[in-house]
């Protein structure tokens, strides 16, 4: 089985940085596109950013120019590094990772949540 666990969020004031991170554990497993979303009380999940492996990298527009995204392959991790954050980037933000599991189709996986509050 494979697992996706977050770090990284926190409280933050307006106008700081965060940086998370995201890393997948598990045995014989190869990743695809690597993703972050963010979920604000009462509101849908939203895409954030995605990642090729290639490294190509997509924003939504509500983060671009603001927001990074990145990842290491040799350790199965993506990053999200967060500057100039506004109070309305608070929000439960989750990986997403497309994996095969030897060799099997691509199937969606989630990690659990990190907290980001952007507050002073």
């Known amino acids: 089985q494979v697992q996706l666990v977050e770090s990284g969020g926190g409280l933050v004031q307006p106008g700081g940085s965060l940086r998370l991170s995201c890393a997948a554990s598990?045995?014989?497993?190869?990743?695809?596109?690597m993703a972050w979303y963010r979920q604000a009380p009462g509101k849908q999940r939203d895409l954030v950013a995605t990642i090729t492996r290639g490294g190509y990298a997509n924003y939504a527009d509500s983060v671009k120019g603001r927001v990074t995204i990145s990842r290491d392959n040799a350790r199965n991790t993506v990053y999200l590094q967060m500057n100039s954050l506004k109070p309305e980037d608070t929000a439960v933000y989750y990986c997403?990772?497309?994996?095969?599991?030897?060799?099997?189709?691509?199937?969606?996986?989630w990690g659990r949540g990190t907290q980001v509050t952007v507050s002073s």
């Open positions: 598990g045995s014989a497993f190869s990743i695809n596109t």
């Open positions: 997403n990772a497309a994996i095969s599991v030897r060799g099997n189709s691509l199937t969606s996986y």
